[in-house]
């Protein structure tokens, strides 16, 4: 790597954090964003030896109304004021997590790709700028079937996002949307999921890795079973040395609403109680081993603890810092 006198004045820390993680490294020309535009959505930290980087990929706004199945629309708004949220409507953020492990590149869930929101769609400009190249991408691993998880594997014109990966799904997911029966069974408002879900992984089907829960995936990832949400809904445990995280997936959507109140359901949790129950079990594990933890949903950059808070918890987000 050649560098200029001005490259290296300009950056020295980043270059040699880069450097030392074998990342390729932003010329300050790349790394300027126009004057009003936001800062580049990533954020990277370490797990042990693994290097995360979380990639924002915008939100879709979602009217408060009806959104948790099980609470009065009161309650629901005076736990957004708690947050210091507005009332009438919840930004719902996607974050995704791209894991850097023995020379390797793993992305956790996808976004949006270009089938979501205008308000989402910039995790290939994040993912850009963070050096990251989606042909060095060498696996795919999803939590759930949902299309903010999994849009972003393939575009609406048909073309693969990420030409070299593997791709990893957790089998009970795929049992279930692939089941010609279960969709012909869905009401007609689920439909579209299904068909989504085909479009998606219908041209790498005979290819795809189904794995179960319990047995480690890839070096230091071991997938958690953590159903309600969706039938399949995973959770991955992250580990190196000494150090772990819980990628928690949609085990809650926004934490004002339910990681305080973890015994309410959003409309997207298909069986609400098992959702629940779920929840409640990892969130009490979390918190009781003090695990860090990173959410698919929670504000960015979706990287915290849970500390006990009455009859719920809390998500306490990690310090923001400069040194990776
Ligand atoms: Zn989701």
Redesign the pocket.
């Known amino acids: 790597m050649r560098l200029s006198r001005r490259h290296t004045l300009a950056g020295a820390g980043a270059l040699a954090a880069s450097a030392a993680f074998g990342l390729p490294v932003l010329s300050p020309a790349q790394a300027q964003a126009p004057a009003g535009a936001q800062a580049p959505g990533f954020y990277r930290y370490k797990i042990g030896d693994i290097v995360v980087t979380a990639i924002h990929d915008g939100f879709g706004r979602r009217p408060l109304e009806g959104f948790v199945r099980n609470a009065e629309l009161a309650d629901v708004k005076r736990a957004m004021a708690e947050a210091f949220l507005p009332q009438d409507a919840l930004q719902i953020t996607f974050t995704t997590l791209a894991i850097q492990h023995g020379g390797k590149l793993t992305l956790v869930d996808t976004g949006n790709g270009d089938s979501g929101a205008p308000t989402s769609g910039t995790w290939m400009a994040n993912f850009k700028a963070a050096g990251l190249d989606p042909k060095d991408v060498s696996s795919v691993v999803f939590s759930h079937f949902?299309g903010?998880?999994i849009n972003g594997f393939r575009l609406k014109d048909g073309s693969a996002v990420f030409p070299n990966a593997e791709v990893l799904v957790p089998a009970a997911e795929w049992a279930f949307w692939m089941d010609d029966a279960k969709m012909n069974a869905a009401p007609d408002g689920m439909k579209g999921a299904f068909a989504g879900v085909r479009r998606v992984f219908g041209p790498v089907a005979k290819d795809v890795r189904r794995f179960e829960p319990g047995k480690e995936l890839l070096p230091g990832l071991t997938p958690v079973a953590a159903p309600g949400h969706t039938p399949g809904h995973t959770v991955f445990a992250l580990a190196s040395g000494n150090d772990r995280m819980m990628i928690m997936s949609?085990t809650t959507n926004h934490p004002a609403l339910f990681v305080r109140n973890p015994d309410w359901s959003a409309v997207?949790d298909m069986d609400g109680p098992q959702a629940a129950a779920t929840r409640r079990k990892l969130l009490d594990m979390v918190a009781a081993e003090r695990m860090q933890v990173a959410f698919?949903?929670a504000p960015f950059p979706a990287v915290g603890f849970i500390a006990r808070e009455g009859n719920g918890f809390e998500m306490v987000p990690v310090q923001w810092s400069s040194a990776v």
Do not use: L
Request: cysteine-free.
């Open positions: 949902h903010d998880h949609d997207f698919y949903h």
